[in-house]
């Protein structure tokens, strides 16, 4: 095997120093009321009513997703990092592709200039992670898992531009016979329970990646910004989120299937449920919807409310929601307010007014266009990915 080529030189994020290079990048200033808070490694503001902060990472509010539009701002978006944001220079970096899947001279680099210079495609897709509403298996099916405990906020949707991978995976020449590719991230090692775990990588089949990912260099018409990749990074339309690798360095094309911990020891499925060892590797994401109301909002009785939220499924553009204002007793249409799309989620409304007051749980459930509907429960695993179940919201009538 050919040793992995050394990363490029890159500048680590030294405290606050960065925040006026990330404005600079097309982030919106922090509102004067909002006191960002403090998440190691993420270089963008996180106010408080945006931003819940969860170890390196940063869960987008849900709940307050009403005042955005389709697209999530990137000053809305949450962030995911296993480590840190490196903060790097797009003039510095470069992209590496090797290994035996490439049939003539290895390694093969391009620029970023490079890069910009090969036609463009521009597409919506949702960026989600494999864990998004992980907390819910505890809160409501009162079943233990492990990882970040994600209300619904690790989710957003932005308008990617950048270069197709197969276009690229071609002028570098890819083997009939390459299966896999590895591509990693410039972030630093992930380091966990004491074990040094390499650089964030993860086999991406080479069919997939011929299909319709992106390297993508910018994100709702600005460059990407640090937080979310910068200066260039994968975007795996449908999949989860952990295959979107951000700050990427280097691809190893493989005639051999590859593995990472990325693909044996998380981003499986494991436990009771599940084949022994786990299920294959995770792809494709699932379909959720939910409010947009904080969990334990007060409603005045009395009074016409407009209910609204998000709705999507990787598996098909959403066809239906149903809302239940009676605790799931009855059901009726929600209005879509987008037209159903592949890779993106649709906005919806229903007026509803509360009569009596007390607690009520509000219920809403997806169907998409392959027949797929939101379940009751979902199913368990031990590490509490693809949550896919009807979220019971609380709120109260006063
Ligand atoms: N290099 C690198 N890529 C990464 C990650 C990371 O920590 N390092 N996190 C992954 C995970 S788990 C998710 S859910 C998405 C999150 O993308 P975002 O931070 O832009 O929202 O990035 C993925 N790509
Ligand atoms: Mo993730």
Redesign the pocket.
């Known amino acids: 095997m050919p040793n992995p080529p050394a990363p490029v030189r890159r500048t680590l994020l030294k405290g606050l120093a960065a925040a006026p290079f990330a404005a600079a990048l097309g982030g919106s200033p922090t509102p004067a009321s909002a006191a960002p808070a403090a998440a190691p490694g993420i270089v963008k503001p996180l106010p408080e009513q945006y931003f819940t902060v969860r170890g390196t990472n940063a869960e987008a509010r849900f709940d307050a997703f009403g005042d955005t539009g389709f697209l999530t701002p990137a000053d809305r978006?949450?962030?995911?990092?296993?480590?840190t944001t490196p903060v790097l220079d797009a003039q510095d970096w470069r992209l590496t592709l090797w290994g035996d899947g490439l049939h003539g001279r290895s390694p093969v680099h391009f620029t970023y200039g490079h890069l910009r210079d090969l036609p463009s495609v521009t597409r919506t897709a949702l960026?989600e992670?494999a864990g998004n509403a992980r907390s819910l298996y505890a809160t409501q099916q009162g079943q233990a898992v492990s990882g970040t405990a994600w209300t619904l906020g690790?989710v957003?949707a932005a308008r990617w531009r950048g270069v197709r991978l197969g276009e690229v995976l071609r002028r570098a020449g890819l083997a009939h016979d390459a299966v896999d590719l590895m591509p990693r991230?410039l972030?630093a090692p992930y380091v966990s329970g004491g074990t040094d775990h390499g650089r964030?990588r993860r086999p991406l089949p080479v069919a997939k990646a011929l299909d319709d990912v992106i390297l993508a260099y910018e994100m709702n018409g600005e460059p990407l910004p640090y937080?979310?990749?910068h200066p260039v990074r994968l975007i795996v339309p449908d999949w989860v989120?952990?295959a979107?690798?951000?700050?990427l360095g280097d691809i190893e094309v493989s005639t051999r299937p590859l593995t990472s911990p990325w693909s044996t020891d998380w981003y499986r499925l494991l436990g009771e449920a599940h084949p022994p060892g786990g299920s294959a590797p995770l792809t494709r994401q699932t379909l959720k919807s939910g409010y947009q109301l904080p969990f334990g909002a007060t409603l005045e009785a009395g009074r016409v409310h407009r209910l609204t939220g998000r709705a999507w499924s990787a598996h098909a553009p959403v066809r239906s929601v149903d809302v239940s204002t009676d605790g799931g007793a009855t059901w009726r249409p929600a209005r879509l307010h987008d037209g159903p799309r592949r890779g993106a989620w649709v906005r919806w409304s229903a007026p509803w007014r509360p009569e009596r007051t007390g607690p009520v749980t509000l219920l809403s459930r997806t169907t998409d266009a392959a027949g797929n509907v939101q379940p009751d429960r979902a199913v368990h695993n031990t590490q509490g990915y693809l949550f896919d179940a009807i979220v019971r919201h609380p709120v109260a009538i006063a």
Do not use: E, L, P
């Open positions: 978006f949450f962030v995911r990092n296993h480590t960026v992670c690790a957003g991230g972030d964030v937080d979310h990749g989120g952990i979107s690798v951000k700050w």
